[in-house]
């Protein structure tokens, strides 16, 4: 078993704070070991503690669209979120829940050490980029020790605000030249769409 496999093991054993009480089962994440790109939504909903999956509901469906908008699909990435069991009632889970579930996904990190994370909303962006507002630094990336790191907006937040969605589009398709170069010798939309050579500057 690898580690991460461990680890997801650990997660769905795991009573370190009340949602251990509530939850269907825990979602630990899922995706390719050597996945270059990480995704970190907020928590599981009522399907995701259904199936033990993350992403599965209506803003998996939104998502899985958006990935295929620049020529991935989910098991292309991976998939996790910041806490692993689904909070009552689909609430914010509180500062002591994300503080126990922290170290989940901090080994998560390491243990794939992706090129590019992606956060999905606010609660995943509190965590690499405190203190600051979605609205204004969505789809912005910050470089730190040659990963990037992109506040995007949660899918959920587009389904219920539509004027959010061209955004949300716009962050995504901006990615597709970087995709191209992790993803490399793939054909399709993103090497297709990618500025030409002169234009575009190695990022790794
Ligand atoms: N929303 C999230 O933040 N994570 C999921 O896994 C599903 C919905």
């Not at 259904?50 to 991935?72: C, D, M, N, T, Y």
Request: aromatic share 6%; net charge neutral; proline share 9%.
């Amino acid at each position: 078993m690898s580690e991460l496999d461990q680890l997801a093991a650990q997660i769905r054993a795991c009573q370190r704070c009340r949602l251990a009480q509530t939850r269907g089962q825990a979602v630990p994440g899922e995706g390719p070991e050597n996945a270059p790109i990480l995704l970190i939504g907020e928590g599981p909903g009522a399907q995701e503690d259904r199936q033990g999956r993350p992403f599965v509901g209506r803003s998996g469906a939104l998502l899985e669209k958006l990935l295929a908008s620049i020529g991935l699909s989910r098991g292309d990435v991976f998939i996790a979120n910041v806490v692993k069991c689904r909070p009552p009632e689909n609430r914010d889970p509180l500062p002591d829940e994300i503080a126990a579930c922290q170290p989940y996904l901090d080994r998560q990190v390491e243990l794939l050490r992706p090129r590019l994370i992606l956060t999905l909303g606010r609660i995943s962006m509190a965590r690499y980029f405190p203190g600051q507002s979605i609205t204004r630094i969505h789809g912005q990336i910050r470089w730190v020790d040659d990963v990037g790191y992109v506040p995007m907006f949660h899918p959920a937040a587009a389904l219920r605000n539509p004027q959010w969605m061209a955004a949300m589009r716009a962050d995504f398709a901006q990615l597709a030249p970087l995709v191209a170069e992790l993803y490399p010798g793939r054909s399709g939309e993103p090497l297709a769409s990618a500025p030409d050579d002169a234009q575009q500057m190695s990022l790794f």
